[in-house]
């Protein structure tokens, strides 16, 4: 199975800042990575897929980059809304697999 | 407007059994991929499974955990898509989503996701 490891775990960071979320495969998966955004007590929302496209609707706040066995979700201007935990997930391969999870939270 | 709705969930003893339903509206059911993905509480997000669409003759994958005690299917006539669970264990306590696929580039990416429904497996 091909694991995914986020960094960080969790972080801390003000209004206004730019923060950056790595995941890392443990084999190359080209582009085929996805990004989701889940608020405490709700379901998941899609924000990124094939490493860099965003969803319909989604801000042009949130980017993603990398290919390969890196790849970063940014989010630009943290807002309080943005208050989140954060996952990478690979579709490379079978089975789908997620990373640990980002908690994101204001300083 | 998309919408998953999903239904079943509840309280079953371990061994035992237990249907879960999504319903889907908004879109043209028969043409996604679905899947289901799973949360135990305070974890994090686990696949469960995937059904393709008529297309690809609604074959399914399934994850380690639950390959041959899970089954998924669908219903295109009636929008609908199931997750069958069997000889189910307490590690199996989780919500359970419904999610959307859509396709990019020879990858289905999930796209849409239900609001879930719990299950949980004690005696």
């Known amino acids: 199975d091909i694991q995914m490891t986020q960094s960080p775990s969790s972080l801390s960071a003000s209004v206004g800042d730019t923060v950056t979320i790595t995941c890392r495969a443990s084999?190359?998966?080209?582009?085929?990575l996805a990004w989701f955004q889940q608020k405490p007590g709700k379901a998941p929302q899609s924000l990124i897929y094939?490493?860099?496209s965003l969803q319909s609707g989604v801000p042009s706040k949130f980017s993603g980059s990398g290919s390969g066995t890196e790849f970063t979700l940014t989010i630009s201007s943290l807002q309080p809304d943005d208050c989140a935990t954060y996952y990478c997930?690979?579709?490379?391969?079978?089975?789908?697999?997620f990373g640990g999870g980002t908690k994101v939270e204001i300083k | 407007e998309v919408q998953l709705v999903e239904s079943g969930g509840g309280l079953v003893q371990p061994g035992g059994s237990l249907r879960l339903s999504c319903a889907a509206s908004?879109?043209?059911?028969?043409?996604?991929?679905m899947d289901w993905v799973r949360q135990a509480p305070g974890k994090g997000l686990e696949w469960v499974g995937r059904v393709r669409n008529r297309a690809e003759s609604s074959t399914s994958e399934y994850g380690a955990s639950v390959r041959g005690r899970f089954t998924i299917s669908r219903d295109d006539s009636k929008n609908s898509l199931y997750l069958q669970m069997n000889s189910l264990k307490t590690e199996d306590t989780a919500v359970y989503y419904c999610v959307r696929s859509l396709a990019v580039g020879g990858r289905n990416y999930f796209n849409f996701w239900g609001q879930g429904t719990l299950v949980t497996v004690s005696s």
């Open positions: 908004g879109f043209t059911f028969s043409d996604h991929y």
């Open positions: 084999q190359g998966i080209k582009n085929y």
């Open positions: 094939a490493a860099s």
């Open positions: 997930q690979q579709h490379s391969a079978f089975p789908l697999t």
